[in-house]
């Protein structure tokens, strides 16, 4: 049966057939003739000198080919696509290493297992230095990770860098007014937003191949943004674009940790050059840990001066975020994205100060949520506590500062459009279907009985469908990095000689279904059934002006670049359909496959006669050119702010500190909806990482910057046995900076989370003393909390 | 060493170094690349065969302990073009995002419901407590897994297609 979907109806996804039978191809999947096998030395040092590297004994080895140190590789520059903000990263380390696990030397032979042999043999000279791990030891400068220059590489408030495009208010003085008054609250935490290690299922893989021949080279990455890949590769080789290809196929799983350029894809792509063979590298899990990005990381202090009924007069964020030891392509740029949201979905006069800092650890960039949610947790953490504080219900401080849908659009603080929001009816639907009274009647009867039951709230809003090539000035954009692309996104829609469609977007998918989502807009705009529409992605050659999968964008940009598309295919198909039923293409309809006639349902063509037509072009009225196809770059007017609320019941045991999380509802708002059932899956994993976060997730180093949390037996992920089922709805806010009015959910899930159960577990054993616990809430501390209180 | 290893039915024959992972045998040699790496410490479960009946880690076993053993992968659970019910669980109930735990989720859950053929839902969340998923929340996992329990005792699993509600 062909199904011409609707938009905003449950599809399965058009993806799974190939992945529920293994065959899916990731990157690690692909083979080509003669290839050879990467293997990286690493640093076992956090700070150190080298002082010499002898390769000597593994180049004996039979089947190694080559061993690459920092001498063969210089002469490419540092890796292009890195913000340039403090020490440029080199491709393998010169003359120092900067944290644990940096790589030292590239190993090349017949396969991994004499690969990863030779690299036993590589001696390399350390002579360690002192690290700084610690991000207040780090701010105070008393160990310099990079010699002779500050820690700090910037603060977030207002610098050269960001002040010349917006002029930055200063509202302290009117907090500080505020503060003074005797009729005010003023209520503050330090809260910790611990280090996570991404840890996507699917570890990072490359594959390049170079062919002297053709003068060009093809990459296989597991990667977000293939197209900057291509940019930077072609920066570095001073080799033009169109001799580059990036293919990301299968991509198992992103949350930012593959929304980077890293050295090992132009380290495999030199080694395929020199060698004159393809080069292969697979990420271990262990690796993964040392050598791609991790996320959060910040340490810092909220507070809020409000009156005692409930109006917010002044929130301050005072934080240090950590950078680790190098910048990659977004790391400075991640806390500016949570002071976009800093002050949430309120109208409150905010002032903040965030520090990025280096510290002798790997690299932190873009995770899941990427600065947001380190921002709503701050936010929302000290909301509660001030609702505490005055004896309010939290529910009801929200609402008293919360933006009025009337208000919309809203300018904020720093000169951002808030695009529409009604957020009180969002938290009342919520707070309608958990039946809020009850539930608190509920956790008071068991206080009574001596049992810990807590509810938490959290709402949020968030700043995605990056977005504007004009925010390029920010940083937000690669064309600040001499890459050439800014954001935008792309859609070409392309009905083949047969009457199928081919549909090429920009982005690179790692999970979301775009293949179903946007099969389903194509579909629902032409009347071309879903079987009959391929989405195509990931490949650098066929979508040269994407930017890839991140920062909840695909929808709002790529998927209105396709929209558009779409609609102008239609356009000229109506007036080759009206040459052919000699009608006028006003009354030309597409539905079943077909053109109809208006009011006369026989008069029909199908797409193939439609398509026949088009390609055969002495058929085609005067002036029309031959071809069925529409390709469309959109750059949006603004991003947009999906927003939603959170609530968790907890239950504390008394004895060991142990939370259960009995039940976990959200009401999300993500304006119109195109798949419900990619979007509530979407909500799942987002929702499932908060938790985690709160609960148990922590890249954890040692005061001499080991990372002791490398694999997964001592880094816990969520189980099954972990989570409960998730309970979800939604109010629908459309937006109007895109003509689907879409805004975008991959990331809403884990913004809204993590507060939400550390609220709820403060909620349980706050009426013991506790005010504040950090995360993660791992029993033994929540254990301590309670004693503590106690006592 | 020489190794005789049934794959799916198939038996092979094999040269293969000792320290050869069966993983890496199913991946590189047999060219089975549905069998999925995630991890080196046996914890993801990506990896997961079914070797002799029972759910094994493949990156924790040698491709020479396999000998004389039959295993199956995921590309041996479909029958010719019909998906086993669990395969089709998964893409009723929207079981996967990007796809790389599926098929050492879904050999898990076969060996699951070789052995309980109703689990509940704790049970489906023990069984699979060795596979780890990073995208799904595992909501959808369990539904998929229902799903097919469902369908292998011959009833009518609930809700329509692609229905997310529990
Ligand atoms: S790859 Fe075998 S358990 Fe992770
Ligand atoms: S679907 Fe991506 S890891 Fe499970």
Redesign the pocket.
Known sequence: MSTISAMGGIVRRKEDPSLIQGKGIYVDDVKRRGELVAVFVRSPFAAATISGIDASAALELDGVHAVYTADDVRHLGPNPAQVAVGTLRPLLADGSVHHVGEAVAMVIADNRYIAQDAADLVFVDYEPKDAVVDLKEAFADTVQVHEGASNTLLTWHGNAWWEGVIELPDPSPGIQAAKERDDTVVVGLEMVNQRLIPTA?EPRAVLAEWNSGYGSVELWTSSQIPQAVAGAIGVAFGIPFNKVRVVAPEV??GFGVKLNVYPDELLCCFASKDLGRPVRWTETRREAGFSSTQGRGWIGTATITGTRDGKILGYELDAICDMGAYTQNFTVAIPLLGLFVAPGQYDIPTSYALHCVVTNTPTTDAYRGAGRPEAAYYLERIIDAYAREIGMDPADVRKVNYWKPDQFPVTTEIGLTMDSGDYEKNLDALLDRVGYEDLKAKRDAARAEGRLLGIGLSTYVEVCGFGPSALAGLGFSWAGYGLPTAFNGSGVVRVQPDGTCTVTIGTAPS?QGHETTWAQIVSEGLGIPMENIEVRHGDSVDSPTGVGTFGSRSIAVDGTATFEATKRVKEKAATIAGHLLEAAPEDIHFADGGAHVAGSPDRSVTWAQIAESAYQPHTLPEGVEGGLESSVVFSPPNATWPFGSHMALVEVDPETGDVDLLEYWATDDCGNVINPMIVDGQLHGGIAQGIAQALFEEAIYDDVGNLLTASMLDYPLPAAESLPMFSLDRTVTPTDVNPLGVKGIGEAGTIGSAQTIVNAVVDAVSHLGVKHIDMPLRPKRVWQAIEDARN | MEVGISVNGTDYRSDVEPRTLLVHFLRDQLGLTGTHVGCDTGYCGACTVIVDGRAVKSCTMFAVQADGRSVRTVEGVANGDELHPVQEGFWERHG???????PGMIMSSVALLEHNDNPTESEIRHGIEGNL????GYHNIVRSVRYASAKLRGEKPEGASGEVAP
């Open positions: 299922i198992g799983g999970g | 996967l995002q990007c796809g790389f735990c599926t998923c990073r995208c799904t």
